[in-house]
């Protein structure tokens, strides 16, 4: 019956599109910032004169900043957090949360900022996200700032990412958005075996694809009604990292469709290269011989982790992709179906190809953006400071990972951190019994708490299995390097998306009939055809272009 | 004197009195009846499942073990959601919302209605075009926005309440109707010393019962469902209605599951099915258990306005 009123009948759907639409419009009077560094500015109430890496910041007096603060169902935020106190105490900031549910949180976060009326810091921001405000102004160009930020400087070069500082940059050569920093960073979804079962038919964890397959045709002798592989991302996360192995992407990872190729210095289009192909036939020989379901490839995604748990715990998939919290959910599954089970459930490094032992490149974690009023603020300067302070300075880190020393937990003197008996920190199983959660209760280990993390801090809290895996990756794989940058402007950026659209959706059907055998692999030629039909060759000359001029520039 | 023995109506009492039913008209109701139930068995089912989810024990509904029956029964959700004072004071705002809202709704309706239904009336087509321009044109989203926070409605109940004030459909099923009452009532009542306000209020809206339980369900209903209003202005999750705290519950587990959260590793625990089942079913049942109660309005409602048409 809510559907006759016109108001039901919103289609909320439509949000980003407007909200970008009407940005352009609205803030289009707000473009044109002047172009003057941080250390020329003069609203510098409440800073620090000498503030530096490693150092406590304080405000000189107390300051108010307002804060986006994206509500996750089963953390919603309270006002009583000891977060708020703690960093109050040590800063004299007092955050002013605006609330945003997670479920619609990129949707209400573009209408705050087009609106003009975002609060002054903006988390949460993934790489990328910051593209759509540039031209609008709505947001202050970073780069134009980190000399204000020591702890960022310092822990950019001790870890080695300025190489990838410099790849967010812009068409006009500003970075408006700073990610959070990880000192070292692994795949998260990788491949989850029943290593019981591998031990069980003789078969060594895999290293390889190619041992993939024959511990796959191993178990399937041993248990010819199951198909051992799966996937329950309709095939996504897989071909993801698959795909690094044999030296091109796909899937999750596909992006825009362009690889590096370093030799010819240009990017080229993923999906047509040799190694594209090569993966699509490995694939494909897997469905032909029984031994990865087809079926877990075309369910849609919702619900599959669900049927596929179930498949797991009826013993007819033995390896399947995942994350750690993957391994808990089929964990309960195969107890949940026979309370007395034995099984091993492992997540392992994903698995080398042709391209070597390779996986995704290092990643940023998400970081924060200033909205453009910000500036105006006479504590503007005080800002970015505490900003600094909060997101990179190891103190702030542990703090906000932890809580407070000698109260939440201790540290011994080789740095290890015990949490106290009184409290738990039950997302990661961490003393589950005590009754006063770190993050439900006290605001700890939210998620500015994994922004930016040194490689001891991120152990700290995982568990050993997933210490174990981050291990065996960081020590036998190989990040990608990263591709070189390529910005388009505006008017690019609209070409570019009509031309790529058709081609990922051609891409995207084709990868799966070639693998499902729907369309034989001798019809590749055509394939390829079909694509350049489709203006592939314009697509990557607007690309590489972006990319020459973007290194002319810099 | 003996009637009863002698009466054929007593013989033939249980059979129908008119022509008899042909085979094919009985046929057709068995297949008829048939394909109802087997319908409304499909509209059915997603219900009971969820009913059944919300009485499952979490580990069972992962293992895709539930459908129509509860299994490992389980009431500590219930417990756990009885005391969650985040969803009680959302539902309780739902209500406020619901109630404030339908009786403004309400009013502002009924005598925009009324005033427009007078033929006489000059100026009546401007009137009526103001209010269907805003059924084909409307100001986007950020303008709207931008007019409700400049208005300082933003974070108060009445950024829900009042932009969907005069739906404008339901205006004009209204206007129709009242355009349809007897003229020579209210000429009767004028003759007899009632002013406009009299006529409305002791004449017309007695008359009018059928389409004011319709109005009051639609209106409380799109008010109970609504949750963009609220998402749009409310940022502070204390005025969130039940539906924004449902929406967050079950659209924030379903998206830690896809490709964007996944992507970029969430660090999403995801809300297990049973919280969400119990959550649907406890936001669900105040506004089913309204339907049945006017429903018998709403149908005697809509075959007025099109017999009299």
Same mark, same amino acid.
């Given at each position: /019956?809510?559907?006759?009123?016109?108001?039901?009948?919103?289609?909320?759907?439509?949000?980003?599109?407007?909200?970008?639409?009407?940005?352009?419009?609205?803030?289009?009077?707000?473009?044109?910032?002047?172009?003057?560094?941080?250390?020329?500015?003069? +609203?510098?109430?409440?800073?620090?004169?000498?503030?530096?890496?490693?150092?406590?910041?304080?405000?000189?007096?107390?300051?108010?900043?307002?804060?986006?603060?994206?509500?996750?169902?089963?953390?919603?935020?309270?006002?009583?957090?000891?977060?708020?106190?703690?960093?109050?105490?040590?800063?004299?900031?007092?955050?002013?949360?605006?609330?945003?549910?997670?479920?619609?949180?990129?949707?209400?976060?573009?209408?705050?900022?087009? !609106?003009?009326?975002?609060?002054?810091?903006?988390?949460?921001?993934?790489?990328?996200?910051?593209?759509?405000?540039?031209?609008?102004? !709505?947001?202050?160009? /970073?780069?134009?700032?980190?000399?204000? /930020?020591?702890?960022?400087?310092?822990?950019?070069?001790?870890?080695?990412?300025?190489?990838?500082?410099? +790849?967010?940059?812009?068409?006009?050569?500003?970075?408006?958005?700073?990610?959070?920093?990880?000192?070292?960073?692994?795949?998260?979804?990788? /491949?989850?075996?029943?290593?019981?079962?591998?031990?069980?038919?003789?078969?060594?964890? $895999?290293?390889?694809?190619?041992?993939?397959?024959?511990?796959?045709?191993?178990?399937?002798?041993? %248990?010819?009604?199951?198909?051992?592989?799966?996937?329950?991302?309709?095939?996504?996360?897989?071909?993801?990292?698959?795909?690094?192995?044999?030296?091109?992407?796909?899937?999750?990872?596909?992006?825009?469709?362009?690889?590096?190729?370093?030799?010819?210095?240009?990017?080229?289009? !993923?999906?047509?290269?040799?190694?594209?192909?090569?993966?699509?036939?490995?694939?494909?020989?897997?469905?032909?011989?029984?031994?990865?379901?087809?079926?877990?490839?075309?369910?849609?995604?919702?619900?599959?982790?669900?049927?596929?748990?179930?498949?797991?715990? +009826?013993?007819?998939?033995?390896?399947?992709?995942?994350?750690?919290?993957?391994?808990?959910?089929?964990?309960?599954?195969?107890?949940?179906?026979?309370?007395?089970?034995?099984?091993?459930?492992?997540?392992?490094?994903?698995?080398?190809?042709? !391209?070597?032992?390779?996986?995704?490149?290092?990643?940023?974690? %998400?970081?924060?953006?200033?909205?453009?009023?910000?500036?105006?603020?006479?504590?503007?300067?005080?800002?970015?400071?505490?900003?600094?302070?909060?997101?990179?300075?190891?103190?702030?880190?542990?703090?906000?990972?932890?809580?407070?020393?000698?109260?939440?937990?201790?540290?011994?003197?080789?740095?290890?951190?015990?949490?106290?008996?009184?409290?738990?920190?039950?997302?990661?199983?961490?003393?589950?019994?005590?009754?006063?959660?770190?993050?439900?209760?006290?605001?700890?280990?939210?998620?500015?708490?994994?922004?930016?993390?040194?490689?001891?801090?991120?152990?700290?809290?995982?568990?050993?299995?997933?210490?174990?895996?981050?291990?065996?990756?960081?020590?036998?794989?190989?990040?990608?390097?990263?591709?070189?940058?390529? $910005?388009?402007?505006?008017?690019?950026?609209?070409?570019?998306?009509?031309?790529?659209?058709?081609?990922?959706?051609?891409?995207?059907?084709?990868?799966?009939?070639?693998?499902?055998?729907?369309?034989?692999?001798?019809?590749?030629?055509?394939?390829?055809?079909?694509?350049?039909?489709?203006?592939?060759?314009?697509?990557?000359?607007?690309?590489?272009?972006?990319?020459?001029?973007?290194?002319?520039? +810099? | 004197?003996?009637?009863?023995?002698?009466?054929?109506?007593?013989?033939?009492?249980?059979?129908?009195?008119?022509?008899? #039913?042909?085979?094919?008209?009985?046929?057709?109701?068995?297949?008829?009846?048939?394909?109802?139930?087997?319908?409304?068995?499909?509209?059915?089912?997603?219900? =009971?499942? =969820?009913?059944?989810?919300?009485?499952?024990?979490?580990?069972?509904?992962?293992?895709?073990?539930?459908?129509?029956?509860?299994?490992?029964?389980?009431?500590?959700?219930?417990?756990?959601?009885?005391? #969650?004072?985040?969803?009680?004071?959302?539902?309780?705002?739902?209500?406020?919302?619901?109630?404030?809202?339908?009786?403004?709704?309400?009013?502002?309706?009924?005598?925009?209605?009324?005033?427009?239904?007078?033929?006489?009336?000059?100026?009546?087509?401007?009137?009526?075009?103001?209010?269907?321009?805003? &059924?084909?044109?409307?100001?986007?989203?950020?303008?709207?926005?931008?007019?409700?926070?400049?208005?300082?409605?933003?974070?108060?109940?009445?950024?829900?309440?009042?932009?969907?004030?005069?739906?404008?459909?339901?205006?004009? =099923? &209204?206007?129709?109707?009242?355009?349809?009452?007897?003229?020579?009532?209210?000429?009767?009542?004028?003759?007899?010393?009632?002013?406009?306000?009299?006529?409305?209020?002791?004449?017309?809206?007695?008359?009018?019962?059928?389409?004011?339980?319709?109005?009051?369900?639609?209106?409380?209903?799109?008010?109970?469902? #609504?949750?963009?209003?609220?998402?749009?202005?409310?940022?502070?999750?204390?005025?969130?209605?039940?539906?924004?705290? &449902?929406?967050?519950?079950?659209?924030?587990?379903?998206?830690?599951?896809?490709?964007?959260?996944?992507?970029?590793?969430?660090?999403?625990?995801?809300?297990?099915?049973?919280?969400?089942?119990?959550?649907?079913?406890?936001?669900?049942?105040?506004?089913?258990?309204?339907?049945?109660?006017?429903?018998?309005?709403?149908?005697?409602? =809509? &075959?007025?306005?099109?017999?009299?048409?």
């Amino acid at each position: /019956m809510g559907d006759l009123t016109p108001r039901a009948r919103r289609p909320w759907r439509a949000v980003p599109a407007a909200v970008a639409a009407s940005s352009l419009l609205l803030l289009a009077a707000c473009s044109g910032e002047s172009e003057e560094g941080g250390a020329g500015l003069d +609203n510098t109430e409440a800073s620090m004169t000498d503030f530096a890496a490693d150092q406590q910041f304080k405000a000189t007096e107390p300051v108010d900043f307002s804060i986006l603060w994206t509500d996750w169902p089963e953390l919603p935020i309270k006002d009583s957090w000891q977060l708020f106190d703690e960093i109050e105490k040590r800063t004299n900031v007092t955050l002013q949360p605006t609330n945003i549910p997670f479920s619609d949180a990129t949707e209400k976060r573009s209408l705050l900022i087009s !609106a003009g009326d975002a609060p002054q810091i903006i988390p949460l921001v993934y790489t990328g996200e910051d593209a759509p405000f540039v031209s609008s102004g !709505a947001v202050l160009p /970073m780069s134009d700032y980190v000399d204000l /930020m020591p702890n960022f400087q310092k822990y950019v070069e001790e870890w080695d990412l300025g190489d990838m500082i410099d +790849n967010l940059r812009q068409d006009d050569g500003k970075y408006y958005m700073v990610p959070g920093l990880q000192e070292v960073s692994v795949p998260v979804f990788s /491949m989850i075996i029943r290593k019981d079962v591998f031990d069980e038919v003789g078969a060594e964890v $895999p290293e390889t694809w190619d041992e993939l397959r024959v511990a796959l045709e191993k178990i399937k002798a041993k %248990h010819p009604d199951s198909k051992p592989l799966a996937d329950g991302f309709e095939g996504q996360s897989m071909l993801n990292y698959a795909a690094h192995a044999y030296g091109t992407v796909a899937g999750w990872g596909f992006g825009n469709g362009t690889f590096w190729d370093e030799g010819a210095g240009e990017f080229t289009y !993923a999906a047509t290269s040799d190694g594209y192909k090569e993966m699509v036939e490995y694939f494909h020989g897997l469905v032909e011989d029984g031994l990865l379901d087809p079926e877990t490839l075309t369910t849609t995604s919702d619900g599959s982790v669900n049927e596929l748990s179930e498949k797991v715990a +009826n013993s007819a998939v033995y390896a399947a992709s995942g994350a750690s919290g993957t391994v808990a959910e089929f964990q309960l599954a195969l107890q949940e179906a026979d309370p007395d089970a034995e099984f091993e459930l492992v997540q392992i490094a994903p698995p080398g190809g042709p !391209a070597g032992q390779v996986v995704e490149p290092r990643n940023f974690w %998400h970081g924060f953006m200033l909205s453009a009023e910000a500036k105006d603020d006479p504590h503007f300067v005080a800002l970015v400071q505490f900003l600094d302070w909060l997101y990179y300075s190891p103190d702030a880190r542990e703090m906000l990972r932890w809580g407070v020393e000698g109260e939440t937990y201790t540290k011994d003197a080789d740095g290890t951190i015990t949490i106290d008996p009184d409290y738990s920190l039950d997302a990661y199983n961490i003393n589950p019994d005590a009754k006063t959660d770190l993050a439900k209760d006290l605001g700890f280990s939210t998620f500015l708490a994994e922004s930016t993390e040194s490689r001891a801090l991120k152990e700290s809290y995982n568990s050993d299995q997933f210490v174990e895996y981050m291990d065996r990756v960081l020590e036998s794989r190989t990040p990608r390097d990263p591709f070189p940058p390529a $910005p388009l402007d505006d008017a690019e950026l609209e070409q570019a998306s009509l031309l790529a659209t058709p081609l990922k959706d051609t891409v995207d059907t084709n990868t799966l009939k070639f693998i499902l055998g729907d369309r034989p692999l001798a019809e590749w030629d055509d394939y390829v055809t079909e694509l350049e039909g489709q203006n592939l060759q314009g697509y990557l000359d607007l690309i590489n272009g972006a990319q020459q001029r973007f290194a002319e520039k +810099n | 004197m003996q009637r009863a023995t002698s009466s054929p109506s007593v013989r033939s009492a249980g059979t129908p009195v008119g022509a008899r #039913d042909t085979r094919g008209y009985r046929a057709f109701t068995v297949f008829n009846t048939v394909a109802l139930v087997v319908v409304s068995l499909f509209m059915l089912y997603p219900f =009971v499942t =969820v009913l059944a989810q919300s009485f499952s024990s979490p580990g069972a509904i992962k293992a895709g073990m539930v459908s129509f029956w509860p299994v490992g029964f389980n009431l500590d959700t219930y417990r756990a959601m009885a005391q #969650d004072g985040l969803f009680w004071s959302s539902y309780r705002n739902t209500l406020v919302y619901t109630l404030v809202g339908t009786t403004i709704a309400m009013v502002l309706t009924t005598t925009f209605a009324f005033v427009i239904s007078k033929r006489h009336l000059r100026g009546r087509g401007v009137l009526i075009g103001v209010a269907v321009f805003t &059924m084909f044109f409307n100001g986007g989203l950020v303008p709207n926005y931008v007019l409700i926070s400049s208005l300082g409605l933003k974070n108060t109940m009445w950024a829900v309440v009042l932009p969907g004030a005069v739906s404008v459909f339901n205006l004009l =099923v &209204m206007k129709s109707f009242f355009e349809n009452l007897p003229q020579e009532l209210e000429e009767a009542a004028q003759i007899d010393g009632l002013g406009w306000f009299g006529i409305f209020g002791r004449i017309v809206l007695p008359l009018s019962k059928a389409v004011l339980a319709t109005m009051v369900l639609f209106y409380s209903v799109a008010y109970w469902n #609504d949750w963009f209003s609220a998402f749009l202005y409310l940022d502070k999750n204390e005025l969130f209605p039940v539906t924004l705290f &449902m929406r967050n519950l079950i659209a924030g587990a379903s998206s830690s599951a896809s490709e964007g959260a996944a992507a970029v590793g969430a660090t999403t625990q995801a809300v297990s099915a049973n919280i969400q089942a119990v959550t649907m079913i406890l936001t669900i049942i105040p506004i089913v258990c309204v339907y049945p109660f006017v429903q018998r309005f709403f149908v005697s409602g =809509v &075959m007025l306005g099109s017999v009299k048409g």
